[in-house]
């Protein structure tokens, strides 16, 4: 089945933003077997709207369209492609409850151009929005469909793996019969480069095919198997997965789609009994927001300092004035004792320190802005690292976080892989 | 003059990567006063190419295509944009001669295909390439132009700056002479359609014109104004500026394009000269990394906290066993004995805590998920105040965070309106 992407806004014709849902739809796409062969851009304007979703509707089964579901006047995407198809809007009671209950949660007045979000396309299969007020639409004519999403990233991604994504895995792909089954190999700590040189051979398969994806920090390898039911494609993927696995070895945190790296991190703990805290500098909080963000980290994560300042660093931390004098406050010394430091104060089983040097100022030559150390305290003893980030001060910052959960990873791993007895994940 | 962008690429159709060139380009083109209607992604094959780049040239006057001018078979533009106005490729000399001392400076061995990059269209203006070894191609036909440029930001990005950008600075541009102006107001504590009804007369303009884009906590409205030159330009969107800061008086915290929210709060405790710690449960250090990302913010920066326990909380804050027993963690009471106690502890000037439910366990009908409580103490005073947020985790702690900014920016703004006398901004 042929798919193809229309974004729909003036911001990105005129480059205010750039278009992550274009890269985002299209990886999730490829993902589920499909063929995409154009992505287009177009304005709020509803005349060449209508143009390129006809063209797309001409070469393509399948046309998701993104943006322009918004209350305003300049929003026209739902109208456009239901006068494509000369189909009438009509008001959706369920959707405008929906909406209206939003607004009521928020103790916000809900105006009257919000009602607009509640119009869908007559005959459309309405999809709920469970992050914001625009609902999806899905339109079928012929044996064509039309996909409409809403534009903000934090909307779009939740209604796509809840509901597109199952939606399409259901569709018959008469190009393509059967179904498409795929697990993701995720593998921290190793550039994609080093990871792409071992996997070659694999990827010259045909069916499974190995497809490499870089994150920051990390590397994903999408396995993808093409077979008559899931059970066939489960037997074409497992033995794949399972090369790779012993291939990188301990690098593989996951194989699970919806386990993040931080996920990955916050069950290694829970499954040890670990408790953990941090002491943050340069990354400001980010490693600790990220373990919070995993639901039932309340059972591992004890307390988080953020202390940008020496003075903080001294005061919380108990980090010498003769460390910070002699070496710095961006020197290893300085990330183990702040490791140290919070492992006493706090009595965490695992603790971990980073300070550097995030930029745009700051830097020397001896120590350069991207210069970061890290220390992990794992029961007792203290590792320290040495990191070398490049980027503005944002992707230094988020850079070093993935750097920062891949070592406590693998802090805790070599721990047990020591110890004779013990859990182990 | 209308402007079309084509990407060449299947690692875009795959999503592998984002498409940053085109919303470079879309900007730089904006900026100098041409039009762009269109944006188009195609692969890597010659066929749908040529179709793409032969509809781009029926509707705009220049087509700027980016990617495909590698050494490798699957890099088709340069031969597919040539045969499209029936042009020879023949060997540049000087182009050969740069790559050639490419390598030879680099200590590289020049691999036969290299020489494929020498190639040019016959007739074509050849545009040398700094960082790279494709050289970028304009080819012109009876008033309609195509520019190829190279697909590696750091050799576009140059070239652009260096070659094209003045190349299309000294074209005629007859339908829309001059250029580009915009400006944008940026607006906290209000949701887009309360906004948009507000802006409905405005939104009506011709020159300038006024867009609404929403942001997570935010709506940003965007005035462009299209003028012979920057000067006629911005006494056409100035009046337009002035109107929007009265009709949204202080809920605009900057018309400025690099300052973000995060980036206002740190300015306006610079500009008072206040410190700042943090105390955070649910948010888990986000508030604290919003502010931490701002250069600069050492100055103000006292400490941040992440209590996500009930311990902590009382350790930390001196929150009192009978309040969290009697009112919970998740209360106004808590909230304000969070802020308290950390101004006690940090002697900050102005603190901020944050505590609240973001799911997706532990909500009851009393105090569902998305209840959140935050407390900003300034100078003495702490306001509390009770928010409710839906969302998956991430989307209420992401909005939790923008309205935490708002919040303290509006307390601070509060604190000096209410003295007689004081700094503000």
Redesign the interface.
């Known amino acids: 089945m042929v798919v193809e992407l229309i974004s729909v806004g003036?911001?990105?014709?005129?480059?205010?933003?750039?278009?992550?849902n274009?890269?985002?739809?299209?990886?999730?796409?490829?993902g589920l077997g499909l063929s995409?062969?154009?992505?287009?851009?177009?304005?709020d304007?509803s005349g060449?709207l209508a143009g390129?979703i006809r063209t797309a509707l001409e070469r393509s089964d399948l046309v998701i369209l993104t943006g322009g579901l918004?209350?305003?006047?300049?929003d026209l995407t739902k109208e456009t492609a239901a006068g494509v198809w000369n189909r009438q809007l009509a008001m959706d009671p369920h959707s405008l409850e929906r909406i209206e209950t939003?607004f009521r949660?928020?103790?916000?007045?809900?105006?009257?151009?919000?009602k607009k979000q509640a119009l869908v396309p007559e005959g459309a299969i309405v999809v709920d929005n469970?992050?914001?007020t625009a609902p999806g639409i899905i339109m079928e004519k012929e044996g064509k469909r039309m996909i409409l999403l809403p534009g903000?990233p934090?909307e779009l991604k939740?209604m796509f793996e809840n509901s597109i994504a199952p939606f399409l895995t259901g569709l018959e792909n008469p190009d393509a019969p059967g179904i498409i089954f795929s697990k993701t190999v995720k593998i921290c700590g190793m550039g994609e480069s080093k990871v792409e040189s071992q996997i070659t051979d694999l990827e010259a398969l045909a069916n499974p095919t190995v497809?490499p994806?870089?994150k920051t920090g990390e590397v994903h390898l999408r396995v993808t198997a093409r077979a008559e039911d899931e059970k066939e494609a489960k037997k074409l993927v497992k033995p794949v997965v399972k090369e790779l696995k012993s291939r990188f070895g301990s690098a593989v945190y996951t194989t699970e789609e919806d386990v993040t790296l931080e996920k990955a991190v916050v069950d290694l703990l829970l499954a040890n009994e670990l408790t953990v805290s941090?002491i943050?500098s340069?990354?400001?909080?980010?490693?600790?927001?990220r373990?919070?963000?995993i639901?039932?980290?309340?059972e591992v994560?004890?307390?988080?300092?953020?202390?940008?300042?020496n003075k903080?660093k001294r005061?919380?931390a108990g980090v010498k004035k003769g460390t910070l004098d002699k070496f710095g406050a961006v020197s290893p010394q300085t990330a183990k004792e702040m490791a140290r430091g919070t492992a006493l104060l706090t009595k965490a089983d695992v603790t971990f320190s980073i300070t550097g040097i995030a930029?745009?100022?700051g830097g020397t030559a001896e120590k350069p802005v991207g210069l970061i150390y890290m220390g992990c305290y794992v029961c007792g003893t203290t590792h320290v690292k040495e990191f070398h980030f490049s980027g503005n001060?944002?992707k230094i910052?988020e850079t070093a976080v993935s750097a920062a959960l891949t070592m406590m990873r693998q802090c805790i791993l070599e721990y047990y892989s020591q110890k004779t007895f013990g859990k182990k994940v």
Chains 1, 2 share one sequence.
């Open positions: 003036t911001e990105l014709l005129l480059g205010n933003i750039v278009n992550t274009a890269a985002y739809l299209a990886e999730k796409c490829a995409c062969y154009y992505q287009t851009v177009v304005g304007n060449r390129t918004g209350p305003t006047q300049d939003y949660e928020r103790g916000l007045e809900m105006t009257e151009n919000n469970d992050n914001g903000p934090n939740p497809a994806y870089a941090t943050e340069c990354t400001g909080g980010m490693l600790a927001a373990l919070i963000n639901p039932g980290v309340s994560f004890k307390t988080g300092y953020i202390t940008y300042s903080a005061k919380i930029g745009p100022d001060r944002a910052r």
